[in-house]
């Protein structure tokens, strides 16, 4: 979720701080939110192997453009609370609950429509029979 209105805050006590800059700039601090690089490497990797390797060839690459004085601070957001977890997977039970439903109510029997009344098991109502007469 993040700190509400924390760029826009560093932003205006800042200025110039997130703006792009040249190569092999020295800076003295250097703080990342190392989530931005873990989820776009993660989606290239091949495996667990490839993916560190991805990993530290992007964190060298960062580090070859910036150098940072004083402080290097890398941050990585930790397990999400209990509290999350609950809700997303009660929010899983009831999709597969209400898909099991769906699946359930459609293998019912209901098979055919005629004039928009719904026909269970191939019957058909009587008053929708119309005979026709030869000659």
């Not at 205006?12 to 190392?34: A, N, Y």
């Not at 495996?47 to 890398?74: A, C, N, Q, S």
């Not at 509290?83 to 039970?93: C, G, I, N, P, T």
């Amino acid at each position: 979720m993040g700190i509400p209105k924390f760029r826009q805050f560093l932003v205006q006590q800042f200025p110039g701080c997130t703006e792009s800059f040249p190569l092999k700039r020295r800076v003295h601090h250097t703080f990342i939110d190392l989530n931005g690089f873990l989820h776009v490497i993660a989606r290239r990797a091949r495996d667990h192997d490839h993916f560190w390797i991805l990993l530290y060839k992007e964190l060298d690459g960062f580090l070859k453009r910036i150098h940072p004085e004083h402080t290097f601070m890398v941050a990585v957001d930790g397990p999400a609370s209990i509290a999350k977890l609950e809700k997303q997977r009660d929010r899983r039970f009831k999709s597969k609950e209400k898909a099991e439903r769906d699946r359930a109510r459609d293998q019912a029997g209901h098979v055919a429509v005629a004039d928009g009344a719904v026909l269970e098991d191939d019957t058909v109502m009587e008053d929708e029979v119309v005979e026709v007469e030869d000659g």
